[in-house]
């Protein structure tokens, strides 16, 4: 087994639950032929402090998988830990929800892994090559809960390999070719490409916010921009909104909102919709020339900013998104504004979003404000990502 060490300071933070050293941290070489597996992590006196993941061909080469004594890594204690997170997730079936998030990387105790469940159809993200030599175990320990029919591995950029026997997308278990998948999110059902779809197929982090949005719909002109497939477009129309407009400048992901329409509001034809394909700014832009205006305006951008190096670059995004947003809210209506950048904090991404309205001369109430929802918890800063602020827009 590996065997490293690092400095005193970073030694402190792990002790507080910090859960990852970086190469660059690495205070001893590493003689390492092997492609993965777990490592020791050593304190400044010699002693054992963590046991985790290692996984030499990444820069963030180490993820602490038990802090301060040694444990075997086998499948009871994937079993274990599987169990536990299960039980955080026990309300959502009772409130019509078959599609949630089972395991959410480090926060669960399962550094490098996210676990996504749609209905019958499990998916399992990897971010960790190492993950490869457990990946048997962790079928058997998916396979003890009811009503897995199939499993589907996804591979993050990092961890695709062509002398690899895993690819993205294969099926794990279960019949392959894999059938068009559904599942349920607060009674409203959604199609899902597990395979082609943007992270394992759904954003399952906004549930509650959809929830939110539906809530304060009926009656209301709604736009929605960065549309997808069209989670909030659905809770909008649920919620009784009079008329709705998306913007998206992905042709499939708009076409698969079609799908979602149709799948819950089958032959609806006194509804207005239409479907916006473009960049986000220029066809907000557009609307502006237009005199356009909406109830609701819902900004939902993919991550403006994936690096710390971008983070100047990406608050200057929701301030000129906000700017622009603002503009097409009617009078009396109200601007939804969320991030999913993990380099932005909350304070951060509030204080663009408000400054981006008073650069359009308004002012924004504030209703409410949001972070993870229950299925995504979080226990270390570094991976707090979503944030959003609902607020009713004032002249």
Not at 125 to 143: G, N, P, Q, T
Request: with cysteine; hydrophobic share 40%; glycine share 8%.
């Amino acid at each position: 087994m590996i065997k490293i060490k690092i400095s005193k300071t970073l030694e402190a933070k792990i002790r507080k639950g910090y859960p990852w050293v970086f190469k660059y941290q690495l205070q001893s070489d590493v003689v390492d032929k092997s492609s993965g597996g777990l490592a020791v992590l050593y304190d400044h006196k010699n002693r054992f402090l963590a046991i985790g993941l290692w996984d030499p061909d990444s820069d963030l080469c180490f993820r602490v998988f038990n802090l301060f004594e040694p444990i075997d890594i086998d499948t009871q204690f994937f079993l274990k830990r599987f169990q536990q997170a299960l039980l955080l997730r026990k309300g959502l079936k009772e409130q019509g929800t078959t599609g949630y998030r089972v395991l959410n990387g480090e926060n669960d105790g399962f550094p490098g892994l996210i676990l996504d469940r749609y209905d019958k159809t499990w998916v399992l993200k990897v971010y960790a090559k190492s993950w490869f030599l457990y990946l048997e175990r962790m079928l058997e320990v998916i396979k003890t809960e009811k009503n897995v029919e199939q499993i589907v591995l996804r591979l993050a950029r990092n961890t695709k390999d062509s002398s690899s026997n895993f690819f993205d997308g294969k099926v794990l278990y279960g019949p392959d070719p894999i059938v068009p998948v559904q599942f349920y999110e607060n009674g409203l059902k959604f199609h899902v490409d597990v395979v082609s779809g943007q992270k394992t197929g759904f954003f399952l982090d906004q549930r509650e916010n959809r929830l939110q949005i539906k809530e304060i719909s009926s009656g209301l002109s709604v736009l929605n921009v960065f549309s997808y497939t069209g989670g909030f477009s659905i809770y909008a129309i649920s919620g009784g909104c009079r008329s709705l407009v998306e913007i998206d400048s992905n042709s499939f992901a708009l076409k698969s909102s079609l799908q979602n329409l149709e799948l819950n509001f089958p032959g609806e034809g006194n509804f207005e919709y239409l479907q916006i394909e473009g960049d986000a700014f220029q066809k907000l832009h557009e609307l502006k020339l237009q005199n356009s205006q909406f109830d609701l305006v819902i900004l939902d951008p993919p991550a403006f900013a994936r690096k710390k190096k971008h983070r100047p670059q990406a608050l200057e995004a929701y301030s000129r998104l906000a700017e622009i947003g603002v503009q097409l809210v009617a009078p009396g209506g109200r601007l939804f504004s969320a991030s999913c950048s993990a380099h932005i904090s909350a304070e951060e991404f509030y204080k663009a979003v408000n400054y981006g309205v008073e650069s359009a001369n308004k002012r924004l109430k504030e209703i409410t404000k949001t972070r993870h929802a229950s299925d995504h918890p979080v226990k270390f800063a570094e991976l707090e990502y979503l944030k959003s602020i609902t607020g009713w827009v004032k002249a």
